[in-house]
């Protein structure tokens, strides 16, 4: 399995930027997928993810109504445009899956780290104010 994010940047605040994952080994119908960010000091957060059911998304608070995640399955590829942004956003991006197919009774607290097995390395993203 390979995950590699791209499309961080250096922006202002009020911007937008989409990022982007691309992977691979990986079967998206089978698997939760999830955007996640980390800060300096600060500990790995969810952002957005979608279950393996392609349901409804989930986002976390902090986010939502700015940050929208999306799919394209014939591309195994994972998208997270982000509007509006701000300061407090900055921090390293991670693109994970689940470590469990088929997770059942997937929710919101389904989306932390220790439940996602692969990574990739991460995109910078840095909002001046």
């Known amino acids: 399995v390979e995950l590699v994010e791209s499309g961080g940047g250096l922006v202002q605040s009020g911007d937008s930027l989409t990022l982007s994952c691309a992977v691979s080994?990986?079967?998206?119908?089978?698997?939760?997928m999830g955007w996640f960010r980390q800060a300096p000091g600060k500990d790995r957060e969810f952002v957005a993810g979608?279950?393996?059911?392609?349901?409804?998304?989930y986002y976390a608070d902090s986010v939502k109504g700015r940050f929208t995640i999306a799919r394209d399955n014939a591309k195994n590829a994972v998208y997270l445009q982000m509007n509006s942004l701000k300061a407090e956003d900055t921090a390293l991006y991670y693109c994970?899956?689940?470590?469990?197919?088929?997770?059942?009774?997937?929710?919101?607290?389904?989306?932390?780290?220790?439940?996602?097995?692969?990574w990739g390395r991460g995109t910078q993203v840095t909002v001046s104010s």
């Open positions: 994970a899956a689940d470590k469990i197919a088929f997770r059942i009774n997937l929710a919101l607290s389904s989306f932390v780290p220790g439940n996602f097995g692969s």
């Open positions: 080994g990986l079967d998206f119908s089978r698997y939760a």
């Open positions: 979608f279950s393996w059911s392609h349901d409804s998304p």
